[in-house]
């Protein structure tokens, strides 16, 4: 079993910064891949950012590219998306997922609010 939870979020004015923490405890050895996703009010979850946990690769959604950067901590078994100029509609629960294989994210943190409002 393995838990994730999240904690970064909070209330930012539109063009400031936020950095998310995603910390997993439990059996995290067999973990293939972490992400991002996000659910605003009324819509659907979308992906955000996900990152091999080994190796570098990444990949991001198109809306937050060249913004958001998704990184990791290994041996603190530990995954930040770090959020530059924040938008009003990246305002949302941000939740952290992991893989185990390659087509499921298969654990869900309990996620954190952000908000972009002035």
């Known amino acids: 079993q393995v838990s994730l939870v999240e904690s970064g979020g909070g209330l930012v004015q539109p063009g400031g910064s936020l950095r998310l923490s995603c910390a997993a405890s439990?059996?995290?050895?067999?973990?293939?891949?972490m992400g991002w996703f996000r659910q605003a009010p009324g819509k659907e979850r979308e992906f955000v950012a996900g990152?091999?946990?080994?190796?570098?690769?990444?990949s991001y959604a198109d809306s937050v590219r060249g913004r958001f950067t998704i990184s990791k901590n290994i041996p603190k078994n530990e995954v930040y998306l770090q959020m530059n100029s924040l938008k009003p509609e990246d305002t949302a629960i941000y939740y952290c997922?992991?893989?185990?294989?390659?087509?499921?994210?298969?654990?869900w943190g309990q996620g954190t609010q952000v908000t972009v409002s002035s």
């Open positions: 997922a992991r893989k185990i294989i390659k087509d499921r994210w298969s654990d």
């Open positions: 439990g059996h995290t050895f067999s973990t293939y891949a």
């Open positions: 990152l091999m946990w080994s190796g570098s690769a990444s």
